[in-house]
């Protein structure tokens, strides 16, 4: 829902009626993510997109639907034969989606979760998506200090459920972590085959993660470019000011002239898992503080470039200043994956491709090569919920 936030906020602030559907669930070779959405507005636009091309126009329907009848609903669409008249995925995964009917000023929960959505406040969004029907469509907007919204118009009948949505939401928020969670109407937690649960569809909405790309050189640019395109928020530092200039990085949100050591001491509070760190300077007298603090701190990736040879007297450099073996391994260099790469624009693929791989849990082997599933945190997708969608050509 971030990626189409502006258009909803738009809506919502015309007044105007609109349906958000959101992949809820995904198993196999799902096209798309949890959170994921497609919108549809009571004049009939869209925006977004729940499954890249493969069952829009069903989603499409459902939406309209939704908003006349102002009823949410969860669907699920399965394999489908190409052959087919069936709505459903060639690619043979299992897709949940949920469709939520918005009619601004009626729900408090979803009227501030847009609302934080949009201006780039950190929030959790929670929706029941599953459970009795007086509960389903409920939303929880989670902030950091604060919710807003409500179960029940009866609150006392469900008290014990929302403070334990609640306190999962902002665990969640907290993680930048977006999934299913599955509690009983007292709110303890459940497995997801019992009777009587309720299942929450929790999306955590965080700023977007970080890229520190340190060195200021030609190839800074394209890995710059790169992650933008990846969704990364991204800052170019480099100390020496006659290259470190928004001029040479129009791509970049930042350009910091500074120490690289220095700057990533003044960041902490700024930095988490997700952060990348790219070191691209591979000069011993600002690599070596540098890398002394990222390998301490609890980053996602630090890569740094340098040829075989560089990464060899580095690496005796680290132990020198006291750093262990479990803390140098978590150095990815030389950067990047073995691509054959020789012009920036191919290395910054490279880099790219293992902060990817990094993060996903990639083989880094060619799709070809293998027979397993494509996605490769599939695994870690949260199941089908405990109260079973409608199903579409499963």
Known sequence: MQDIADQLQAWHASGRSFAVATVVGVRGSAPRDPGAALAVDADGEAIGSVSGGCVEGAVYELCQAAIASGEPVLERFGYSDEDAFAVGLTCGGILDVFVQPVVPGADPGLDAGIAHI??????????VIAGPGGLVGATLAVTADGATGALSPAPSTVGGLQRAVVAEARAMLDAGRTGRIVLGLDGRPCDEHDQGTVTCFVEAYVPAPRMIVFGAIDFAAAVVRIGRFLGYHVTVCDARPVFATARRFPDADEVVVDWPHRYLDSQLDRIDGRTVLCVLTHDAKFDIPL???????????????????????????????GLTDAEIARLRSPIGLDLGARTPEETAVSVAAEIIAH???GSCLPLSAGSGPIHHDVAAAEPAGAQAPRTHAA
């Open 118 to 127: 949009a201006a780039g406040t950190p929030v959790a969004l929670a929706r």
């Open 291 to 321: 890398l002394e603090r990222a390998l301490r701190l609890p980053v996602g990736y630090v890569g740094a470039m340098g040829s075989r040879r560089t990464h060899r007297d580095r690496d005796a450099r680290l132990r020198e200043v």
């Open 359 to 361: 993060r996903r849990g």
